[in-house]
């Protein structure tokens, strides 16, 4: 019976993965059992799997909040939109939001007046309190060209910080407002927080994003670390 060369293989077994392989790419048993349990309304729900920090993620899109007790990945993209990460020092209990103008009518997560609270009390629910909350701000920036007039940015970041020395919830991190839009990534458990400048030029989305809450705004008339990756 003739053998092959080390060097040779049958053709039929070359770099071809068992059946069903694929599908099981980036699966883990952390990430099954979040994707099957059930989700209220605006809280994030695009649960995955991220290869550059080979860690379980979840993305939260506008209008959208998170929280948890785990260090599970928390990530978003803002250009003038504003991300809230809150932490409470001692039940070691974290969320991030994400709203895009801050008041409106109705209650959406759109909307910070309503986005903050929510957070606030989805994390109270788990054990957090409102004494022992600190806050990391990102976002606000001013990624659209020529719509200085509307300010979308600016009055994000000046309610969000507002409503934070209201409530007496220390800043102790930020990075806000100029020019760049940023990605944002939290981890609930220990309260780290990473932001990413992205090149204005490769913003398209987030400019669609923006555009859409400029054209809901009415114009106006006249800490702890923050890690980068």
């Not at 080390?6 to 068992?18: K, N």
Request: charged share 20%.
């Amino acid at each position: 019976m003739a053998t092959l060369p080390s060097s040779a293989t049958p053709a039929a077994s070359r770099l071809v993965p068992p059946p069903g392989a694929a599908s099981q790419i980036g699966r883990t048993p952390r990430l099954d059992k979040l994707k099957a349990q059930a989700r209220k309304p605006g809280e994030a729900s695009f649960f995955f799997y991220d290869a550059h920090f080979k860690n379980e993620a979840v993305k939260v899109l506008p209008g959208e909040y998170y929280c948890d007790t785990e260090d599970l990945l928390v990530m978003t993209t803002l250009g003038s939109c504003i991300a809230a990460c809150l932490w409470d020092r001692q039940a070691r209990i974290g969320g991030m939001n994400h709203f895009m103008l801050p008041e409106g009518a109705g209650d959406s997560g759109r909307y910070g007046s309503f986005a903050m609270e929510l957070l606030i009390n989805e994390m109270m629910k788990r054990g957090a309190s409102r004494m022992t909350m600190e806050a990391k701000v990102f976002g606000g920036g001013a990624v659209i060209s020529g719509m200085n007039s509307i300010n979308v940015g600016e009055r994000n970041t000046q309610f969000v910080m507002e409503f934070l020395a209201t409530e007496r919830i220390p800043v102790v991190s930020k990075d806000v407002m100029d020019v760049y839009p940023r990605k944002v990534c939290f981890l609930p458990a220990s309260g780290k927080a990473m932001v990413k400048r992205l090149a204005p030029t490769n913003a398209e989305a987030l400019l669609a994003q923006d555009r859409a809450a400029a054209q809901k705004a009415a114009p106006v008339s006249s800490g702890g670390s923050i890690d980068l990756f």
